[in-house]
């Protein structure tokens, strides 16, 4: 793997130099855009508007248009602008990893000490598994600045950037009912189904289906046969009862 950031982990006086990897890749199929008449590929050119000719990589800038012109950023700016930020993932107070809602979660990061016997590494994660804690802390990463936790994930410190409290809706743009009510039958049952489906997670055992289908129907068609269609067979309630329905679901999963 190649590493996409190269710096260093901060807690209090201690530094530990390291480098992030990214934890995820994925498994999207690359498919390319084709012109329908002669399926030549489609490419998209970088045109100078003014021109109309391809501007080389090299010779792009960055820049911010400020009233009727344009201001350039360069490299050296983005560094300039918070230079400990650039080098360093600063932790600012650790917190219970528990209390981190998901829905902040965003891209994972491999950590790698710059030394293999690096004792600050060995010692921090040890002290972030034994206390359930996560580092919280920001860094930036291509021009932008990230919150971020630091936490343990079996031998490895991972890296995991956080979304701003700004950029979470609030839910009360939702039309939501709240003057619902529920029995204590139906939420009983509803205990009950959770109970009867729960299990330690395993998530080893959930492969991404969807790709390996569409990779049967490309390979099918590459071959000139017609691949087969699955029909959606939808589930049907028995009756318009809740309660009727979660007691099926019960009976259903107890006889599978």
């Not at 021109?51 to 248009?65: L, Q, S």
């Not at 995991?160 to 939501?176: G, H, N, S, V």
């Amino acid at each position: 793997m190649r590493s996409i950031w190269t710096g260093s982990i901060g807690f209090g006086l201690v530094s530990i130099p390291i480098k992030l990897f990214s934890a995820v890749q994925e498994t999207r199929l690359d498919l390319d855009m084709l012109d329908s008449r002669d399926h030549a590929n489609i490419k998209f050119m970088r045109v100078n508007e003014n021109t109309r000719k391809e501007v080389p990589y090299d010779k792009i800038v960055k820049g911010y248009k400020y009233d009727d012109d344009y201001v350039i950023i360069e490299e050296a700016d983005f560094e300039a602008a918070a230079p400990e930020k650039t080098k360093v993932i600063e932790i600012e107070n650790f917190v219970d990893l528990a209390s981190v809602n998901p829905m902040y979660y965003e891209s994972s990061y491999y950590t790698q000490p710059a030394t293999k016997k690096n004792k600050a590494y060995a010692l921090l994660l040890e002290a972030l598994k034994k206390s359930g804690k996560a580092g919280l802390a920001r860094f930036v990463l291509r021009s932008t600045e990230s919150l971020c936790i630091v936490h343990p994930v079996e031998k490895d410190i991972v890296v995991t950037r956080i979304r701003f409290q700004q950029q979470i809706r609030d839910q009360e743009d939702l039309a939501l009912d709240d003057d619902i009510t529920v029995s204590k039958k139906e939420l009983d049952m509803g205990l009950a189904l959770i109970n009867q489906y729960a299990e330690p997670l395993d998530l080893s055992r959930y492969k991404d289906q969807y790709h390996d289908e569409l990779m049967k129907i490309i390979e099918a068609k590459a071959k000139g046969k017609r691949p087969t269609i699955k029909k959606l067979k939808p589930k049907a309630a028995k009756s318009d009862d809740l309660y009727d329905q979660l007691m099926s679901s019960l009976k259903a999963k107890k006889g599978a």
